[in-house]
């Protein structure tokens, strides 16, 4: 009972630790990018590489997406001879849920594995011990430019999940079921309020920032790790725990976001 209670309490502290960690990292980061100087390029290719690499696979989850949700509420709706809602439930589902939240995963999967990973070698490396002895603030260097770079793209590319979902719910409601054209986009136009978009803007934004914050901390404080950071097996778990973390993160701040804003 006692070694029970020790090994309790010292993953309690370790998680503590670790909490406080990545709180201080975030802060230091935050202020990193409003410090100045201001450099441009760097948060240039960032957004190239967060935002403009995730185009693709964004374009094809959204447009399946859509499609998956137009032709199920057909099937659901017509049940009580609401088919003309289906443009309503469409936008609805994706622009308040479903655009932020797979949007989200989906980069977390493709550029957020990806900084872990990237950060983790450098910190495996001694590179960013090499940058803090030239005096060169690693936070600012490295962490500053990917933070903007993700706030910025994660609401265009939510957007784009949105349009392209919705598009992809015409194809199946109107093209191959059959639903008037003018009353699927009546209902969306009739429905979708202010309120709905803004709740898809904040996601998308505290997305952005989850996903940026704990794949880069995690690759920043690797050699912290308890189970071994060093080397490529350690590297590989951490961007593991970091995809997996950021996912729930964005699950857990979906819901709390939406028992805020509704």
């Not at 909490?19 to 290719?45: D, E, S, T």
């Not at 693709?56 to 057909?74: D, E, H, K, N, S």
Request: with cysteine; net charge neutral; charged share 15%.
């Amino acid at each position: 009972m006692v070694q029970f209670l020790e090994k309790l309490g010292d993953q309690c502290l370790h998680l503590l630790e670790q909490l406080g960690r990545m709180g201080i990292f975030l802060f230091a980061c935050l202020w990193c990018v409003v410090k100045p100087p201001y450099k441009i390029f760097p948060i240039i290719r960032q957004i190239h590489f967060i935002g403009s690499r995730s185009i693709f696979v964004i374009f094809f989850t959204g447009a399946f997406t859509g499609m998956v949700l137009g032709l199920q509420g057909y099937y659901t709706l017509r049940k009580f001879g609401s088919e003309g809602l289906l443009g309503s439930a469409v936008a609805l589902s994706l622009i308040r849920e479903l655009g932020p939240v797979v949007a989200a995963l989906m980069v977390i999967g493709r550029a957020g594995s990806a900084i872990c990973a990237e950060i983790g070698i450098m910190r495996n490396s001694e590179q960013i011990d090499a940058l803090e002895c030239m005096a060169i603030d690693p936070y600012k260097y490295l962490m500053a430019p990917k933070f903007v770079a993700g706030v910025l793209s994660m609401p265009l590319l939510t957007a784009l999940f949105d349009v392209v979902g919705i598009l992809g719910g015409w194809l199946i409601g109107v093209v191959l079921l059959g639903i008037n054209e003018g009353t699927y986009f009546q209902a969306m136009y009739a429905s979708v309020e202010w309120q709905d978009i803004k709740m898809g803007l904040v996601k998308s934004l505290v997305f952005g920032l989850l996903l940026i914050w704990i794949a880069a901390a995690k690759g920043y404080f690797l050699h912290f790790e308890r189970g071994g950071g060093f080397g490529a097996e350690g590297v590989s778990r951490t961007t593991t725990d970091a995809v997996v973390l950021s996912s729930v993160a964005v699950l857990l701040w979906d819901y709390l976001i939406s028992a805020i804003m509704l």
